[in-house]
């Protein structure tokens, strides 16, 4: 036991109910309770994950306000991309540091929800569509941060893989898929980072609220996976705090000006809630004050470091799709550089995530600076940054800078109201002035490079166009510089894809059903997400994940894999076998040939980065354990090994392999016979027995509840009264006038699909949830269609 949570017993002890009930809950926005007669400070925790976003306002309780400038480091997706837990350690470090520069004791990341789809919209924020490599760089994330004394915070925890109405929604998914998907990434980090606090989701999971889910927030995570910190709420995020308190959940954030309180210490009297089980969440919530108090790290910060650091990063990130050979390129003769984010970067996502960077290279001036006066670069605008559409003068300015010019680069991507928080992607398409954009160079000289700056896959029907495709992702602010240092050779494209582009998003099963339905989202593709679905179905992918290329030449040779204590040793010998130092991720896939229970073609189980100068040689070994063989047995409710032959595949992509050894395990135990989706989307009597329950119907709007939305008042006129005056007033706190696009529309989004409870907890004591209740009950009364509903 630590000394700081002896010590939070003994003053929590010493409190009445009121002040526990008091501590469970945030003092305000983005601080807790102290508890000052003893001592325990009001601790500050701000979002993150790739920034320290501080917010310069106290009361602003969604984080779209200005925050005080801090190092904007690549996004997720980009750090994902690295398979490099060192860096990204590296990078955790540095965003310690400056969380305790200020004053922050726990920062809101990282985020390692699974990619399900890849028209998610908040999918920067995430390292991958695979639970293994999510987990190794969240727990390198949370090492780094935590090193600094400074608490991470995983999210958001668990099966959130939408916007669309994410506060409501219920995540229907069969257990085993839960497990080996949804919660595997979770369990990794949990158990190689131990970190000081999670982070409950909005959603429900099989009809229960995360936080009111005992089974997720006890069962699994404290007493399997042995997690000893605090589980704080996503912000408003609490459905019903006195069930949340008996199911594991300790803050609810931000405070709520007590209006919980009065239910809490009801259900406290009542027995509902037991002593015991309030004291172990406010004890939960001191230790934590204590923690950030007691721990030690540092707290200089280097701007100009952690830039470099940033630059490093987003090249580390930056995956080489395509090339022909034109990259990298000479510094010669004239260079056309097209696209308004040569200037005006895209290179942070959108939403509570958003960073005010300390300062910003641009590619065009980086560019410049680095080749000097031994070439010319001329820029032409291409499309409008905010919008992405182009007209007929821009692309005619473009093919006449292309065809002037020995090379082209075009900047590409997604614009910031393509992809944020709140709400999700329409479709996986580039804006059309970027494709006429891209099209327009490519016609006028075929000596085109296409650099992207996006935060998730895109369809590229065009991808055979250009002469490269570089992958830039969401760069962060030194992003600018480091493009220019791949793109000219100075640092060679270390990035692999933590994510499959599929040709269409139609091909991607989860198609079938994302974002459809405000009530319900039925997981019915099983296991079969990502490279797992592209590799079993035999659907090729238009760049599959591990993909990445290089300046050189990598051989994987010598393959061996040897029994261990722990489970199997393999190693291999990479060899540059090139001209020029770069980077390999050896990466590890386990097959299983034959199963009782369906599994994917292959999955990966290991993985290891290697640079190398030319001509040099090193043996990599990576280690497999026994769960990298196990199943989630539905029966037993625990990780099987089912005995027999298994293949273990080594290479260079899930379609790139290289080498491959069958292994005879004997170990192991019987495995319950398991049947996924046969055409890798269940049908009815598929998914019935994946659920191994009835599929739960979708609730109804009417009549209404306190988890009815905004959106739902719409069903009838006098909702639809109510709902208009609410958005009045919620827009009333916003600045309309100096917000962006995404900025708004994730307003937007926030307001429409927000829970009633939420606007009673966000009102400041102004609308009770008892006042709530009683309007909830006119609205029934009064709507003829609403009574019918009650039945």
Request: hydrophobic fraction near 40%; include cysteine.
């Amino acid at each position: 036991m630590r000394d700081t949570y002896a010590r939070a017993e003994k003053i929590v002890s010493t409190l009445s109910t009121d002040d526990k009930i008091r501590l469970v809950s945030g003092k305000d926005a983005w601080t807790t309770e102290p508890v000052d007669e003893h001592g325990v400070p009001s601790i500050l925790v701000t979002d993150g994950p790739h920034g320290v976003r501080k917010q310069a306002s106290a009361d602003d309780h969604i984080g779209i306000n200005d925050a005080v400038p801090a190092t904007c480091f690549p996004t997720a997706v980009t750090l994902g991309s690295t398979w490099d837990p060192d860096l990204i350690e590296e990078v955790g470090a540095a965003l310690g540091r400056e969380s305790r520069a200020n004053d922050v004791s726990v920062l809101l990341g990282p985020g390692l929800n699974i990619k399900r789809h890849p028209a998610g919209g908040r999918n920067f924020e995430y390292f991958s569509e695979d639970p293994f490599l999510s987990g190794k760089m969240a727990a390198a994330m949370v090492r780094g941060i935590q090193s600094q004394g400074v608490g991470a915070c995983l999210k958001h925890y668990a099966a959130n893989n939408q916007e669309f109405f994410r506060m409501s929604v219920d995540t229907v998914v069969d257990n085993r898929t839960l497990r080996e998907l949804y919660l595997t990434g979770f369990e990794i980090a949990v158990k190689e980072s131990q970190p000081w606090t999670v982070m409950c989701s909005y959603n429900k999971v099989n009809g229960e609220h995360a936080d009111i889910s005992r089974d997720l927030l006890t069962d699994i995570l404290r007493d399997e996976w042995g997690f000893d910190g605090l589980v704080m709420s996503d912000w408003f995020a609490v459905s019903d705090r006195a069930l949340a308190i008996c199911a594991g959940l300790d803050l609810e954030m931000p405070g709520s000006s007590g209006a919980w309180d009065a239910e809490v210490k009801a259900a406290h009297a009542s027995g509902l809630l037991t002593t015991a089980e309030l004291d172990l969440a406010a004890t939960r919530v001191v230790d934590l004050a204590l923690r950030a108090q007691n721990d030690t790290g540092s707290s200089q910060v280097d701007p100009a470091a952690h830039h470099e650091l940033a630059r490093r990063a987003a090249a580390a990130g930056t995956v080489l799709l395509t090339n022909d050979g034109i990259l990298p390129l000479e510094r010669t003769g004239s260079i056309a550089v097209v696209g308004s984010f040569a200037k005006k970067p895209r290179y942070q996502g959108a939403g509570s995530s958003l960073v005010t960077p300390t300062q910003v290279d641009t590619f065009i001036d980086a560019l410049r600076a680095a080749v000097g006066d031994a070439a010319t670069v001329h820029y032409a605008q291409g499309y409008d940054v905010a919008t992405g559409e182009t007209e007929e003068a821009l692309l005619t300015e473009v093919r006449e800078a292309a065809r002037k010019a020995d090379v082209v680069i075009v900047l590409a991507g997604l614009p910031d109201s393509y992809e944020s928080e709140g709400f999700d992607r329409d479709h996986l398409r580039l804006p059309d002035g970027h494709i006429a954009t891209i099209a327009a160079a490519a016609e006028a000289n075929d000596r085109t490079v296409v650099a992207l700056l996006n935060g998730a896959p895109i369809e590229m029907p065009w991808a055979d166009g250009p002469a490269a495709i570089v992958e830039a992702y969401l760069g962060g602010q030194a992003g600018g510089a480091a493009l220019a240092d791949v793109i000219l050779g100075d640092v060679a494209p270390g990035g692999r894809l933590a994510e499959s582009f599929p040709v269409s998003a139609s091909d991607v099963p989860a198609d079938r059903d994302f974002a459809r339905h405000p009530k319900q989202v039925q997981y019915r593709e099983g296991l079969y997400v990502g490279y797992r679905f592209h590799d079993s179905a035999g659907v090729p992918a238009r760049f599959p994940f591990g993909h990445g290329l290089t300046y050189t030449a990598f051989e994987q040779t010598g393959l061996t894999v040897r029994k261990t204590k722990e489970g199997y040793s393999v190693t291999v010998t990479v060899t540059n076998a090139g001209p020029r130092a770069g980077s390999e991720v050896v990466q590890v896939y386990v097959r299983d040939p034959e199963s009782i229970a369906y599994r994917p073609e292959k999955e990966l189980k290991g993985f290891a980065k290697v640079h190398l100068e030319p001509g040099t040689s090193q043996k990599v070994t990576v280690r497999l354990d026994r769960r990298a063989f196990a199943v989630w047995d539905i029966r037993a409710q625990e990780w099987r090994v089912e005995p027999g032959a298994f293949e273990i595949l080594v290479g260079a992509s899930s379609t790139d392999i290289r080498a491959r050894r069958t292994v005879a395990v004997a170990e192991g135990e019987a495995v319950f016979p398991s049947h996924g989706p046969s055409a890798f989307v269940a049908t009815d009597d598929e998914f019935r027995t994946m659920l191994g329950a009835d599929i739960p119907e979708v609730p109804s709007v009417l009549p209404y509840h306190r988890d009815s939305t905004t959106e739902d008042l719409h069903e009838t006129a006098t909702g639809r009264a109510i709902a208009a005056i609410m958005t009045q007033e919620a827009g009333k706190q916003f600045d309309w006038e100096h917000a962006d696009a995404s900025t708004k529309r994730m307003f937007d989004a926030n307001v429409r699909t927000a829970p009633l409870r939420q606007i009673a907890m966000s009102s400041e004591s102004r609308l009770s949830l008892a006042s709530l209740d009683r309007l909830i009950k006119l609205l029934n009364a009064t709507s003829a269609k609403a009574w019918r509903a009650r039945g």
